[in-house]
C-alpha cells in the first residue's frame, strides 16, 4: 500500500516490511532500485523533475526520517513508522550474509567504502564484498563495468541526493545488481567516518538535530526541513 506525502509516494511498511520486500527484490530477476527519501528530498522533487521521477520509477520508496512521518500523519495518509536507510540496508546486509550473497559499496570519498567493507564483513561474517568504489568521478562506464563484472546482489549507491536517484535511474537498464539502495552518508556511518546519533538521541526522534550540531554547516540544508513541513501545512489547509 501506498501513502503520498507532497506528491513523493511511500511505501506504508515497517522497517520488517521493508526488509523482507528487500529479499524478494533480490531474489527477482533484473535490476531494481530502492530510494530513501526524507523531507529535504520530498522538499526537492517539488522542482526537479527528473528527480521526482527517479523517485516513481523506485520498486521501493521507504519513509527515511521522522518528517515524513509527522507529514503523512498531518495529512491524514499515516505512515506506519519511520525507516531509516542506513539501518534498513544494514539488515538486509545481515540477511544477505546468513546465505553468502554479496553487496558492492559504491560512494563517499576514496578510502571510505573500503573502510566500510572491512567494518561490515567484521559485523556481519558471511556477507561477500563484491567490490568498493568511491563516488568521485566523471565517467559512469567504468564504474558499471566494474559492477556488472563483480555482479553483486545488492548494489549501494551512497552518492548524496539528488545525485545517487538520478544515477540509479539513469543506468537501470545497464546495471546487472539484483538491487540498489540510494543511501546518502551511509557508507561514512558504516566506516565510522561520521558519527551516528546516540541512540537516545534516535530515540527521541532527534538524528536531525544532533548532525546539525556535529556539523553546523547543513544548517542551509535543514531549513528544507521546516520548509517541507510548511508545505504539508498548506496542502493539509488547502485540503488537496
Ligand atoms: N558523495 C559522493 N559523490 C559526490 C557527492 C557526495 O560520493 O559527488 C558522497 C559524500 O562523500 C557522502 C555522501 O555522498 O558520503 C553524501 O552524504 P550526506 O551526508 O550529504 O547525505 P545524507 O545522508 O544527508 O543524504
Same mark, same amino acid.
Given at each position: 500500500m501506498k501513502s503520498e506525502v507532497l506528491h513523493v509516494e511511500f511505501d506504508n511498511v515497517t522497517m520488517e516490511e521493508a526488509v523482507d520486500r528487500a529479499i524478494e527484490l533480490i531474489n527477482e530477476d533484473g535490476f531494481k532500485y530502492a530510494v530513501t527519501p526524507n523531507p529535504e528530498i520530498v522538499w526537492l522533487c517539488r522542482k526537479d523533475e527528473e528527480l521526482r521521477e527517479a523517485v516513481s520509477s523506485a520498486a521501493l520508496v521507504i519513509p527515511d526520517g521522522i518528517g515524513v512521518i509527522y507529514g503523512a500523519k498531518m495529512l491524514k495518509r499515516p505512515l506506519k513508522e519511520k525507516v531509516p536507510g542506513a539501518d534498513f540496508a544494514e539488515r538486509v546486509i545481515s540477511a544477505l550474509a546468513a546465505e553468502h550473497k554479496s553487496v558492492f559499496l559504491f560512494g563517499a570519498k576514496p578510502g571510505v567504502a573500503e573502510l566500510a567493507a572491512e567494518k561490515l564483513s567484521e559485523k556481519y561474517?558471511?556477507?561477500?564484498?563484491?567490490g568498493t568504489n568511491d563516488g568521485?568521478?566523471? +565517467? +559512469?562506464e567504468p564504474i558499471i563495468d566494474k559492477i556488472n563484472a563483480a555482479k553483486p546482489d545488492l548494489l549501494l549507491v551512497c552518492l548524496g541526493a539528488p545525485k545517487q536517484e538520478k544515477w540509479m535511474k539513469k543506468n537501470a537498464d545497464k546495471l546487472s545488481a539484483k538491487l540498489a539502495i540510494g543511501l546518502g552518508g551511509s557508507l561514512d556511518v558504516y566506516a565510522g567516518v561520521v558519527e551516528r546519533a546516540p541512540e537516545k538521541w534516535q530515540k527521541m526522534n532527534l538524528e536531525w538535530l544532533y548532525r546539525i550540531v556535529k556539523q553546523p554547516k547543513r544548517i542551509g540544508r535543514a531549513m528544507r526541513l521546516p520548509a517541507f513541513m510548511l508545505a504539508v501545512l498548506g496542502e493539509r489547509i488547502s485540503g488537496k
Open positions: 561474517p558471511g556477507i561477500v564484498i563484491a568521485y568521478f566523471s +565517467d +559512469d
